[in-house]
């Protein structure tokens, strides 16, 4: 047990039953031409996050720790995109629509892909999730159990949409969540503060926040 200076107070970390848990760090919500820009955000927001994330992904493996890795996307025949979300907003491009990069937010398709520099490593866990949180119609559950998983230190995008969705999920299951500042972003860099503010409110009633330095300090 090691433990990682965090808010709102210390996060007890044991290496072995811990995971690193990457969300959708996918070109399709990072760079132009995908799902985020159809909504009208400016990816760059995101994408500044990347060295990040490969900081602390080389961390996490450097220490033995469980990676996983997380994507949203749907079947190429749509089966598991429910109307509802297909129809949200007002994108330029829906969900399934062919873009720039390949089909919106389709299994497969290159701009569904994870960013190259944050590509998983054989062995590691990919999970496809039609749903934002992670756990939603996933073996994701499972998975965790078979590892004896009972951590999760989270990364990636969006803060309060799939990151704080999953973080929810994984905290109602039991999970201890540790989401790390600097390794997650959204568009909306208020609803990003908003999120680390509402995670660590009401003694970590979701979870606990961390900075990077410390988390690194802690996989060193
Ligand atoms: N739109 C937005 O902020 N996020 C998503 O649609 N998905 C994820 O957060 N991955």
Same mark, same amino acid.
């Given at each position: 047990?090691?433990?990682?200076?965090?808010?709102?107070?210390?996060?007890?970390?044991?290496?072995?039953?811990? !995971?690193?848990?990457?969300?959708?760090?996918? +070109?399709?919500?990072?760079?132009?031409?995908?799902?985020?820009?159809?909504?009208?955000?400016?990816?760059?927001?995101?994408?500044?996050?990347?060295?990040?994330?490969?900081?602390?992904?080389?961390?996490? +493996?450097?220490?033995?720790? $469980?990676?996983?890795?997380?994507?949203?996307?749907?079947?190429?025949?749509?089966?598991?995109?429910?109307? !509802?979300?297909?129809? +949200?907003?007002?994108? %330029?491009?829906?969900?399934?629509?062919?873009?720039?990069?390949?089909?919106?937010?389709?299994?497969?398709? =290159?701009?569904?892909?994870?960013?190259?520099?944050?590509?998983?490593?054989?062995?590691?866990?990919?999970?496809?999730?039609?749903?934002?949180?992670?756990? *939603? !119609? &996933?073996?994701?559950?499972?998975?965790?159990? %078979?590892?004896?998983?009972?951590?999760?230190?989270?990364?990636?995008?969006? &803060?309060?949409?799939?990151?704080?969705?999953?973080?929810?999920?994984?905290?109602?299951?039991? =999970?201890?969540?540790?989401?790390?500042?600097?390794? $997650?972003?959204? *568009?909306?860099?208020?609803?990003?503060? !908003?999120?680390?503010?509402?995670?660590?409110?009401?003694?970590?009633?979701?979870?606990? &926040?961390?900075?990077?330095?410390?988390?690194?300090?802690?996989?060193?």
């Amino acid at each position: 047990m090691v433990d990682i200076k965090a808010q709102p107070f210390a996060f007890p970390l044991n290496v072995e039953k811990a !995971a690193l848990i990457v969300i959708d760090m996918q +070109r399709d919500f990072t760079e132009p031409g995908g799902f985020g820009e159809t909504l009208g955000n400016d990816v760059s927001l995101v994408s500044a996050i990347v060295p990040d994330v490969k900081r602390l992904l080389e961390a996490a +493996r450097a220490t033995g720790l $469980t990676v996983i890795h997380t994507m949203e996307c749907h079947r190429p025949d749509l089966s598991d995109l429910p109307e !509802a979300k297909r129809n +949200r907003g007002n994108p %330029s491009l829906r969900i399934g629509d062919q873009g720039p990069m390949g089909r919106i937010l389709i299994s497969g398709e =290159y701009g569904t892909d994870i960013l190259p520099a944050l590509a998983p490593t054989p062995g590691e866990l990919v999970i496809e999730k039609p749903g934002k949180g992670a756990f *939603y !119609a &996933t073996p994701l559950g499972d998975e965790l159990k %078979s590892r004896g998983i009972t951590q999760l230190i989270f990364a990636g995008v969006t &803060t309060e949409v799939c990151v704080q969705t999953t973080m929810r999920e994984a905290n109602d299951r039991g =999970y201890d969540c540790l989401l790390v500042e600097e390794a $997650t972003a959204s *568009y909306f860099p208020a609803f990003k503060q !908003a999120a680390l503010d509402m995670i660590r409110a009401q003694g970590g009633i979701v979870g606990w &926040t961390a900075h990077i330095d410390d988390v690194l300090e802690a996989l060193d």
